[in-house]
């Protein structure tokens, strides 16, 4: 009896040892929380040079990670900057563009793999999105459908409901735009769970989407996630709780981006109190610059040329800090060009599975967070905007703009709390710029080098062959069609 006692009390312990261990080896998959907030421009954060508000928690981010400085998104608006975040891929070959409206019958293609899909492809990965969506606000086009667990936010931006930003100085041609909109939806899963209905519904969305993180969080610290946090700020109309109106010298907009200081803080928190931040990949970026004729309701783009909704510098480059402890060197600052494009394939390196089947247009990054010497994985980057109009290509610190009209905001009163202000039209033409020198794009300097712009011709006509141009009517040869719904 005592022989099988002890057979007994051994397969006990080699049964625990074994959990033990399968726990420990599941735990080394990394935890990754990726958040992103609304146009937010370069200059928006204490540590990209902000004034007049601070940043703590962000600050803390960049001091225990690495600070990127020449990051770029995949375009500077909103629904094809998320697809770019979410897939790899420039949202022109995926057939997506500009920002949906509610009225919107495509969306991103359930076909198309995304970070979420990508994750559990290496495991037991939960999967979360608690903020802004815009992707397609029809069942088929939702996260749940895209590969997330869980869902709690807006389907499009919070600008697109019926409300003008102020009822007595809007313009009768946003009243009019705005009439034709339904209500605005606060959804959780595929289901509506409530409506937006002012204001003050919309200060509530930071910490909704705060305490709907640092729930997850703790309800999974057991096993890997991938959580993604698009705040709906700070896009227009803004809006802040009780818990940081009035904070900040910078009026209204300083205390909506001390919220989101304030959330990344407590998601922060949450990491450290579930013993998971040796172990967690944190990243906090923005998914295009400033949006400028909005005046003190609007961010900085720190001097760079223009803001959102153009392909300058302004409208593409963006604060991007990462985190991620033993990993990443603490404090420190990278100038190479990356993307938000590079999300994915970086994700896809660090768990070691392979890339989507389909063609993605990111890379992996993972030899710039662990600062190895000489790397340099991103050596091109293509501007479209419009529906498909190639208006720039970049070669390192090379950038050649071609001909385009484009939005400015140069020469025009911006906005005064939350009323936009006047923007025109303009054409630019051929220009070279060398952005170590002129990151502003002021200085044209095609003439005197035409061998970098010969080269930087031919780069266009590659990408022009493989993802086309509405400018100079080439069709691409790899573009592929959005999801859409069709009434039968």
Known sequence: MKFYYKLIVLGVLWTVHTVTICKAQKKEKPNIVLIYADDLGYGDLASYGSLDYTTPNLDRLAAEGMRFTNFEVAQAVCSASRAGILTGTYPNRLGLSGALNPHATIGLNPEEETIAELVKRAGNYKT??????HLGHLQPFLPLQQGFDEFVGLPYSNDMWKW???MKLATEETHARKAGYPELPLMAGDTIYSYIED???QAELTTRYTEEAVRFISENKADPFLLVVPHSMPHVPLAVSNKFKGKSKQGMYGDVVMEIDWSVGEIM?????????????????????PWLNFGNHSGSSAGLREGKGTSFEGGQRVPCIMRWPNQIPAGSVNSKLASTLDFLPTFAEILNIPLPERKIDGVSILALLRNEENANPRKTFNYYYQKNALEAVRRDNWKLVFPHEHRTYVGSSPGVDGVDGKTRQVKTELALYDLRRDPGERYDVHKENPDIVSELMNLADQVRDDLGDDLTNYPGKNRREPGKITNN
């Not at 979360?128 to 969506?133: Q, S």
Request: net charge negative; no cysteine; glycine share 10%.
């Open 128 to 133: 979360a999105l608690f903020g802004k969506w």
């Open 164 to 166: 003008t930003y102020d």
């Open 199 to 201: 204001l003050d519904d």
């Open 269 to 289: 928190k949450a990491l450290e109190h579930n013993g998971l931040t040796e172990n967690t990949l944190v990243i906090f970026t923005s998914d295009n610059g």
